[in-house]
């Protein structure tokens, strides 16, 4: 069996409400040893994990898709909202007796809120050793300018 607890809002805090945070966690601990089952649980529901960058020209989204196709993952631009979504397909194994069990497979959509609107046209991805890279040229408008100052 493993703990797989969700953090609650009173976690940090003193008194009966953050006893009952120590105690989850020292249970978990008990149930499962040293595991990343209190990381899975922190995440939980925040799939793709993701990083945003940028520069002058670009933002740049690097999602974890681990084990996924490509021809299975969507991305839209709307503005400056991007939507990820797709479904991670992981086989039941027929027969086996799990011991634990932290991969999650089923359908994920994930929006991403930008500072500003990007030029849709010309947004380009990749998909390379489970890394999807969106590359998100920004819109003219949004990029920084050089004014020329006449005197």
């Known amino acids: 069996m493993t703990g797989f607890w969700l953090d609650f809002p009173w976690e940090g805090q003193g008194g009966v409400a953050g006893e009952l945070g120590r105690m989850r966690r020292t249970l978990d601990f008990l149930a499962n040893g040293p595991s990343l089952a209190s990381e899975a649980a922190r995440t939980a529901g925040v799939f793709p994990l993701t990083n945003v960058t940028e520069d002058a020209d670009n933002f740049y989204v690097y999602a974890e898709l681990p084990g996924m196709d490509p021809a299975d993952i969507n991305i839209s631009i709307t503005g400056k909202t991007l939507s990820l979504s797709g479904e991670r397909k992981i086989d039941p194994e027929e027969g086996a007796s799990y011991h634990r069990k932290e991969r999650k497979g089923g359908q994920f959509n994930r929006t991403i809120t930008l500072k500003t609107n990007v030029d849709a046209a ?14 998100l040229p920004k819109a003219e408008e949004a990029k920084p300018r050089q004014i020329a100052v006449k005197g």
């Open 122 to 135: 010309k947004v380009e991805a990749n998909f390379v050793h489970g890394v999807l890279t969106v590359v």
